[in-house]
């Protein structure tokens, strides 16, 4: 069965400082693989994808993802952190179609804190 | 401007009283979905649609209903609520579940049953 963790509740980190939050996947075929971007009273964000490639994956507002097979990971990072990136993130997998079943699969949500 | 959009934002209501929360979508996407969302719990889907008159259940299905009569709307609806459904929802829409494209969501309804 699909699954997604973030092992992380909240992280926090000082701005200027590079910032890692944690994503671990299951699939039975080849992920898609997504990170969402809540901000207070707001709809998540699409911030970026991963489906095929580069494992390194850029996205908006500086954010990038590594993907790593072998671990089955998909942390999302950037390299300086700002106080306006503190919101909620969220990490998703959808099966590539292999299993015949087309869902997506939300992690749990990981409380980002930048701190000044 | 391509967006979902969720009405009412905010609502309070009393246990039993029928209530339906609005979607549409101005993208001419296919699918759409319904998520709750609960501290501890993340995002869990309660129904979905991969076109007009296709709605499916989602992972927590029970007290709600849906319908797609028409591609744009995705209407939720509580029969009869019951204070366990008091949440956070979002409606999500994207153009084929078959591609890898993402979702775009909506603001939200916080919903708050009493």
Redesign the interface.
């Known amino acids: 069965a699909q699954s997604v963790a973030q092992p992380e509740d909240q992280v926090n980190v000082a701005e200027g400082n590079p910032l890692t939050v944690k994503c671990t996947y299951s699939v039975s075929g080849n992920p898609y693989l997504f990170w969402y971007v809540q901000y207070p009273n707001r709809g998540l964000q699409f911030l970026l994808k991963y489906i095929t490639g580069d494992n390194l994956v850029k996205g908006s507002y500086g954010f990038e993802a590594e993907f790593n097979k072998s671990q089955t990971s998909f942390h999302l990072k950037k390299p300086s952190a700002l106080v306006s990136d503190s919101a909620l993130y969220f990490c998703a997998v959808r099966d590539a179609g292999t299993s015949g079943t087309y869902k997506y699969i939300f992690g749990t949500g990981t409380r980002l804190k930048v701190l000044a | 401007e391509a967006q979902?959009t969720q009405n009412p934002r905010y609502l309070i209501t009393v246990t039993g009283k029928k209530l339906t929360v609005t979607c549409s979508q101005n993208m001419n996407h296919e699918y759409m979905?319904w998520?709750r969302q609960d501290p501890?719990?993340?995002?869990?889907?309660i129904y979905y649609s991969m076109n007009v008159e296709a709605t499916d259940k989602g992972d927590v299905p029970e007290g709600y209903k849906v319908s797609r009569k028409e591609k744009r709307n995705f209407p939720l609806i509580l029969e009869s609520p019951s204070p366990n459904q008091t949440s956070l929802y979002?409606c999500?829409s994207s153009l084929s579940?078959?591609g890898?494209y993402?979702?775009?969501?909506?603001?939200?309804t916080r919903l708050t049953v009493v």
Do not use: M
């Open positions: 979902v979905s998520y501890g719990l993340g995002l869990r889907q979002f999500a579940l078959q890898n993402g979702y775009t969501f909506g603001s939200g």
